[in-house]
C-alpha cells in the first residue's frame, strides 16, 4: 500500500464501426466479416491517384442517431479533415476524420456502478472518420501483410471528458456506451470483431496535485480489458510515483495473455499529423428539421429500460442481465405491456437465471413473446410446475413447437386430475411407514405435511399438482 | 534572413516520407522560406471576426447513397498495382519486431 493518496484521473476514447452497407467515402462494401483478404475494396479504399471519394449519407444519418443517444448536440456545419501520417495500413498517407469541428458536439452519459449509483460522464464530443486497413505479422517472417477490406469503413470516434476515477468508472462507462451505440441500433456491436474499440488514457496524481502525466492503453476490446487494463496503469503508476520516478507519456498496448499494459515504442514526430480540410469533402450542413426528424424515430434507449424495470420491481442484477441483450429487454418490455406485470417478471427472472447469466447472454428472440406468455400461463393455471417450466422454456430456444406440445411430449404436465391425485394420497396415507406423520399433524404439528405432498410428488414422478395434493391430504385426515 | 532551419527541412522530409541529400535539402529551404514570405503576406490583412475559409467550392453536402457499386475491378486488378504482393495481401516491409 502506498504512502501517498493518489487519485487515478481516466478518458476514454470509443470507436464505434458504423452498420452502413458501403464504406464512408467509397461504394465498396463495408461487411466484411467472411470476406477474403482485399476483395471488399475500391479505388478510393486503396489511395488510387485521380479517386474521389464522396460521403455515405446513411453514414451521418447513423452518426447523427448516436450523437441524440449521447445526448449531445449535432453540429449545424462540421468539415472533413485530412490527418497525415504513413503507415502500411493507411494507403492515401492520411486518414479522413474530423478535428475543429466534429458532426456531434458535448454531450454526457449516464453509467451505472456495480454499487447501484449513477454518475454522468460529460463527452467532449465525437467524429465521424474512416478506420484503416488491417494488418498481419506472420511468425518468424521479415514482413506484414495488409488487407485493406476495413479501410474506409465508417466510424465514430467517441471522446470522453476526463470524469471517471477507477477501474470500474471506466468498465461501467465501457458498458453504457456498448448499450447506447446498440440499443440505437447504429452498430452491429460484435466486440470480439472489434466493432467497437476502445482506447483508455490514464494518469495518477497526489489528491489535490494537478493532474499527472497520462499514458494511452489502445485497441482494448471486451469491458473486461479496459476494467484490467486501467487498473493494471493505475497500480504501475502509482509505484512508479512512489519509488520518485515518472511515468512516461506514451502509447501501451494490452497483453490479454499476461494480463498487463506494455509500452509501444512510439514513432518520432508521430504527433505531428499536419491536419488540414479536406478539399475533397465539401462541408456537411445538417438542418435542425434534419435532426428532429431523427429524434423522432428514436428507439428507446436504456435507461427508459432501465426505469420501466426498476418500476416492475426487478432487481438491479437482474436489469442489468435483461439490458445486455437488446431483443430480451424487449421482449420483456412487449410482455410487460400485453400480459402485465407478473408475467413480465417471471420471464424476467427466466431470461437472466436459466438462459444466461451477465456473462453468457442468450438472445432469445426466436422463442417469440407469444410462446413466452403461453408458457407463463401455464404456471399460472398449475398446469407446469416452475421446474418444468424451465425445462420447456430450454427446449424451445431449438424447437418451434408449443410448450404445452412440449410439455407433453417430455411427460412434464401436472396431474390436476382430482382423482388421480386422491388415489395416489390414499396410496401414501395407507403406507404404515407414514403412520407417525398422520399422527404429528393431527397433533398440532402441521410442518409435517411438506413431508407428505413430497412423498406424493416422488409418486407421481413429479407431475402432481402440490396445492391440490395439500387440500387432498388436509380433506382425508380432518 | 531565413525563417526556415534546415533541421525543419528535414523533420519535414521525415513527416513525408521522402529521402533528400544536403544540397537538396539547402535548395528546398530557400524554396520553402520563399512560399513562406509570399504568404505571410496573407498575416498583414485583418481577419478579426471572419469565419475561417475552410472551401472554395461554394458547394455543401456531397453525398451519395449507402448502396454497394460494382467498380469493375478484382483483387488481381487492384494488387498489380502494388510492388509486393502474398496470398491476395499486399506485402510490406514488417512493422512490429
Known amino acids: 500500500m502506498s504512502q501517498t493518496q493518489y487519485i487515478p484521473t481516466i478518458g476514454i476514447e470509443c470507436h464505434v464501426q458504423l452498420k452502413t452497407r458501403t464504406k464512408l467515402f467509397s461504394g465498396a462494401n463495408n461487411d466484411a466479416r467472411d470476406a477474403k483478404p482485399n476483395t471488399m475494396v475500391s479505388p478510393i479504399c486503396f489511395g488510387l491517384p485521380g479517386t474521389l471519394p464522396v460521403l455515405n449519407r446513411e453514414a451521418v444519418q447513423l452518426a447523427i442517431r448516436a450523437g441524440l443517444a449521447l445526448n449531445a448536440e449535432i453540429a449545424e456545419n462540421s468539415y472533413f479533415e485530412r490527418k497525415h501520417y504513413f503507415y502500411p495500413d493507411l494507403p492515401k498517407g492520411y486518414q479522413i476524420t474530423q478535428l475543429a469541428h466534429p458532426t456531434i458536439g ?5 453509467i451505472h456502478l456495480e454499487d447501484g449509483s449513477d454518475k454522468v460522464v460529460r463527452i467532449h464530443h465525437a467524429h465521424i472518420e474512416e478506420d484503416a486497413g488491417k494488418l498481419t505479422h506472420p511468425n518468424g517472417v521479415d514482413y506484414s501483410l495488409v488487407d485493406l477490406n476495413r479501410a474506409g469503413t465508417p466510424l465514430i470516434e467517441i471522446v470522453s471528458e476526463p470524469d471517471m476515477h477507477s477501474a470500474s468508472e471506466a468498465k461501467a462507462y465501457a458498458q453504457e456506451i456498448y448499450l447506447l451505440m446498440t440499443y440505437v441500433d447504429v452498430t452491429y456491436g460484435d466486440l470480439y470483431h472489434g466493432n467497437i474499440r476502445f482506447d483508455v488514457n490514464v494518469s495518477v496524481a497526489p489528491i489535490g496535485a494537478p493532474l499527472g502525466t497520462r499514458t494511452e492503453t489502445k485497441n482494448l476490446n471486451s469491458f473486461k480489458a479496459v476494467e484490467r487494463a486501467v487498473d493494471f496503469e493505475i497500480n504501475r503508476q502509482v509505484k512508479l510515483l512512489d519509488k520518485n520516478e515518472r511515468v512516461v507519456q506514451e502509447t501501451r498496448g494490452w497483453n490479454e495473455d499476461r494480463q498487463a499494459t506494455f509500452s509501444q515504442r512510439s514513432k518520432e514526430d508521430a504527433h505531428d499529423y499536419r491536419y488540414f480540410p479536406d478539399a475533397d469533402i465539401p462541408p456537411l450542413k445538417i438542418e435542425r428539421s434534419e435532426v428532429e426528424a431523427v429524434a423522432k424515430v428514436m428507439p428507446k434507449l436504456p435507461n427508459q429500460y432501465r426505469q420501466e424495470f426498476t418500476a416492475m420491481g426487478l432487481d438491479g442484477s437482474v436489469i442489468t442481465a435483461l439490458l445486455g ?3 430480451n429487454a ?7 405491456t400485453i400480459a402485465g406485470k407478473e408475467t413480465a417478471s417471471r420471464v424476467a427472472h427466466w431470461l437472466s437465471s436459466v438462459l444466461g447469466s451477465a456473462e453468457g447472454h442468450t438472445d432469445i428472440s426466436s422463442i417469440g413473446t407469444a410462446r413466452l406468455v403461453e408458457l407463463s400461463g401455464m404456471v399460472d393455471t398449475a398446469e407446469l410446475s416452475s421446474t418444468a417450466a424451465k425445462d420447456v422454456l430450454i427446449s424451445m430456444l431449438s424447437s418451434p413447437e408449443s410448450p404445452r406440445h412440449i410439455a407433453e411430449q417430455k411427460n412434464l404436465l401436472q396431474v390436476s386430475d382430482e382423482n388421480a391425485i386422491a388415489a395416489i394420497v390414499e396410496k401414501v396415507l395407507a403406507d404404515p411407514a407414514n403412520a407417525k406423520a398422520i399422527a404429528d399433524i ?6 409435517v405435511i411438506g413431508y407428505l405432498i413430497g412423498l406424493i410428488m416422488k409418486e407421481s414422478k413429479g407431475k402432481a399438482n402440490p396445492g391440490l395434493a395439500q387440500k387432498l391430504i388436509r380433506k382425508r385426515i380432518s | 534572413m531565413s525563417s526556415i532551419s534546415i ?14 541529400s544536403d544540397t537538396e535539402a539547402d535548395a528546398l529551404r530557400n524554396q520553402l522560406d520563399e512560399i513562406l514570405g509570399f504568404v505571410s ?15 472554395v467550392t461554394g458547394l455543401s453536402n456531397v453525398m451519395r447513397e449507402d448502396e454497394v457499386v460494382d467498380y469493375g475491378l478484382d483483387r488481381d486488378a487492384l494488387l498489380r498495382n502494388t510492388p509486393n504482393q502474398q496470398d491476395g495481401q499486399i506485402k510490406v516491409k514488417r512493422v512490429i519486431e
Open chain 1, 106 to 110: 458535448a454531450g454526457s452519459v449516464t
Open chain 1, 325 to 327: 441483450v437488446k431483443s
Open chain 1, 330 to 336: 424487449e421482449i420483456v418490455a412487449e410482455i410487460y
Open chain 1, 442 to 447: 393431527k397433533a398440532g404439528n402441521d410442518k
Open chain 2, 7 to 20: 533541421e525543419d527541412v528535414k523533420k519535414l522530409a521525415k513527416l513525408s516520407a521522402l529521402t533528400i
Open chain 2, 41 to 55: 503576406k496573407l498575416s498583414e490583412v485583418n481577419t478579426l471576426g471572419i469565419e475561417p475559409t475552410y472551401q
